[in-house]
T-cell receptor, first 115, second 112 residues
């Protein structure tokens, strides 16, 4: 099946620093990628939809200047958490959808801890 | 706005039991519904996808049903095993929207 990878799998950083998370579709081209955030024992909340070659569409309440998304190629989308604070600590999961087909393939997630 | 609810939030059963997980959604105009499994600290694994025109899908010991008119789906797990222990999430996709709306999940524990 289709494989989506994320890097890093976990990261610990100091408050005020920026962190970049990569999401790659390994064996298919993804015109659309999605970024989710998941707090402990809660469900996934969509943060933004990323389309290759265009600006991301952010969900209401998500700060686009804080969570920078770049979808530069058909296999790579990046999420940069700028000036991270402890409240940004969470599990970030990306998913990718091929141009045809209905299934979203999810990455393994990235655990961000901001001290 | 679509809301997805899963009941129960947690379930603990002895090995070998058959069990049912429930998912309900408020807007029946969905494109499809998907069931996922999430292990602790891990990403999501897709289990079953049901198109809006379908009533059920089966994969091994798993069977998912969909009643779009009543806004409900069930995931049936037969002969549960300790390895089935995980959080099960359902998600709906609406119309032409590409994103999924997730329920809060059911945390399943199968005791050996």
């Amino acid at each position: 099946g289709a494989v989506v990878s994320q890097h890093p799998s976990w990261v610990i950083c100091k408050s005020g620093t920026s962190v970049k998370i990569e999401c790659r579709s390994l064996d298919f081209q993804a015109t659309t990628m999605f970024w989710y955030r998941q707090f402990p024992k809660q469900s996934l909340m969509l943060m933004a939809t990323s389309n290759e070659g265009s600006k991301a569409t952010y969900e209401q309440g998500v700060e686009k200047d804080k969570f920078l998304i770049n979808h530069a190629s058909l296999t790579l989308s990046t999420l940069t958490v700028t000036s991270a604070h402890p409240e940004d600590s969470s599990f970030y999961i990306c998913s990718a959808r091929a141009p045809s087909g209905d299934t979203q393939y999810f990455g393994p997630g990235t655990r961000l801890t901001v001290l | 706005k679509q809301e997805v609810t899963q009941i129960p939030a947690a379930l603990s059963v002895p090995e070998g039991e058959n069990l049912v997980l429930n998912c309900s959604f408020t807007d029946s105009a969905i494109y499809n519904l998907q069931w996922f499994r999430q292990d602790p600290g891990k990403g999501l694994t897709s289990l079953l996808l049901i198109q809006s025109s379908q009533r059920e899908q089966t994969s091994g010991r798993l069977n998912a049903s969909l009643d779009k008119s009543s806004g409900r789906s069930t995931l049936y797990i037969a002969a549960s095993q300790p390895g089935d222990s995980a959080t099960y999430l359902c998600a709906v996709r609406e119309g032409s929207a590409r994103q999924l709306t997730f329920g809060s999940g059911t945390q399943l524990t199968v005791l050996p």
